[in-house]
């Protein structure tokens, strides 16, 4: 076979799209916050120290969620040092990056930065060296109105209303050796249990993630979460997963079919979960987060212990080509194919940390490689996720066998009738790709942009910072209820239909 083929139907349909897919991470771990986000005295800075360029960029990447404050950092965190005046904030040792942590950043600045982005908190709760004494006191000093020690405390901080924060983090990772503070899972299932009735009492609006297994590797997953589960399934809303695709280890070919390892990793988790619902005889349906996701050469990271003492060091500073956005994009897709229980995703961080917006302290910041498809993807997945059902070529990997060189998702917007529909070729040669919409008459096609180059290596740069941008590809169009369009070689793809 020569040609990818899909067919999409209105009719069969995987569930509506989640705003909150489009979710970012930002965390105190070397230049995320400090020189990220957040830079006083830097030209483009506003008077609380927030940088206005990496505003702009997230709200064009359009960010919905954020994940703060970790993350490893979280749970050796104490929230109350992050709030207040600056000038008495005290500096501790952050044991999770061993970083000089001088808490001029914290809730109140986040709260302020996340306004300008337009975007929903996620705070995540200290279930390491803390517990549920102050997860519910941070949620009292956020969403409680007035009129008791931490709600009174927010208000002579100069935040009169309520921060209204509704999705919680149960902890990050606890099942991590290099968590601090890391528990069994029967440990941490009770203490998830018992800190989500809590924070209920305290506020009964709250969305609750328990903190599922590190990664799909772990030599505790699945059996982690059918543990933790068993415990708290009927006191929270989701389940976390947290995967890092490497184009460090191994081949080429099964780092772009890295969708392949999420479907799985999905997959499991969702089968996790519902044994333990039918062990317990709930009707309940667990929904997924997948708090943490990205591309990471994390084999040749050398690990916490490897750091020295440092203020907002230059780490994990990953430099993104071509071939990473394509992964990127196609982990989008995957996240698009289960939007029935994947109901958040957050990916991993938005600034200088394995990022997709990098900055320069006092200078420029730009968008690496990995920004445009996320941008692309939360600007047109409108509407349901259509069923897909791909037959393309397939190319040899180590990792997973014989893989298709396309993978696809497809959305439909039932109000414009707009159908887009989202496609990586994975392969090394142009990929003709037709599309039967019958299901769906009276389409024209409006436009195919890539994100492709000659070389699946070029990155952006300071130097360079537009050397890959997504650009519109001639040929698409519709005939005979029939979508024709060819992908370039190893690239993410974006074809919109408008009504004719």
Request: aromatic share 8%.
């Amino acid at each position: 076979m020569d040609s990818a083929k899909l067919t999409l139907d209105p009719a069969f349909a995987i569930g509506p799209v989640e705003r909150r897919l489009f979710g970012t991470f930002v965390e105190h771990m070397g230049r995320s916050v400090y020189t990220g986000v957040y830079e006083p005295g830097h030209p483009d800075a506003d008077e609380s120290g927030l940088r206005r360029d990496v505003i702009d960029l997230a709200r064009e990447m359009g960010v919905t969620v954020v994940r703060y404050p970790g993350g490893n950092f979280v749970s050796n965190y104490n929230w109350e040092d992050g709030v207040g005046p600056a000038d008495e904030r005290p500096t501790r040792l952050d044991l999770a990056w061993r970083q000089i942590e001088t808490n001029a950043f914290g809730l109140d600045e986040f709260m302020s930065w996340l306004g300008e982005v337009r975007a929903e908190p996620m705070m995540a709760v200290n279930l390491g060296t803390r517990g549920l004494r102050e997860a519910c006191d941070l949620l009292e000093y956020a969403n409680h109105p007035q009129g008791t020690r931490w709600s009174d405390l927010r208000v002579k901080h100069g935040r009169r209303e309520p921060y209204d924060v509704r999705l919680w983090c149960l902890g990050n990772e606890m099942d991590g050796p290099w968590q601090i503070g890391g528990k069994t899972a029967e440990e941490y299932g009770r203490l998830a249990a018992e800190t989500a009735k809590a924070m209920r009492r305290v506020d009964p609006r709250v969305e609750l993630v328990a903190s599922g297994s590190s990664s799909s590797g772990m030599p505790t997953f699945a059996s982690w979460e059918a543990t933790v589960l068993e415990h708290c399934y009927e006191h929270v809303d989701y389940v976390s997963l947290h995967a890092y695709f490497d184009p460090a280890r191994g081949d080429r070919a099964s780092y772009l079919a890295s969708a392949v390892e999420m479907d799985a990793h999905i997959d499991a988790v969702v089968a996790t979960a519902d044994h333990v619902a039918a062990k317990l005889g709930s009707r309940r349906r667990l929904r997924l987060a997948f708090d943490e996701w990205n591309v990471w050469s994390q084999s040749l990271f050398g690990g916490e212990a490897s750091l020295d003492w440092a203020e907002a060091p230059r780490i994990i500073e990953e430099d993104y080509d071509v071939a990473a956005a394509v992964v990127v994009g196609s982990l989008l897709i995957s996240l698009l194919n289960h939007s029935d229980r994947v109901g958040i995703a957050c990916q991993a961080q938005l600034a200088n940390v394995i990022a997709p917006i990098r900055t320069e302290p006092g200078g420029p910041s730009w968008r690496q490689t990995i920004f445009h498809p996320f941008a692309l993807t939360a600007a047109h997945a409108r509407g349901r996720v259509l069923r897909t059902e791909v037959a393309a070529p397939a190319f040899p990997t180590e990792r997973f066998g014989e893989v298709p060189a396309l993978a696809a998702a497809a959305t439909h917007d039932d109000e414009t009738g707009e159908v887009t529909v989202f496609a990586v070729n994975r392969g090394e040669r142009p990929l003709p790709l037709d599309v039967d919409l019958r299901g769906l008459p009276g389409l024209a096609a409006a436009r195919h942009v890539a994100v492709a180059d000659e070389d699946a290596g070029a990155r952006n740069s300071q130097e360079a910072p537009d050397r890959v941008v997504p650009r519109a590809v001639d040929g698409a169009a519709v005939r005979d209820g029939r979508l024709s369009a060819v992908l370039p070689p190893v690239s993410f793809n974006v074809v919109r239909l408008t009504r004719a």
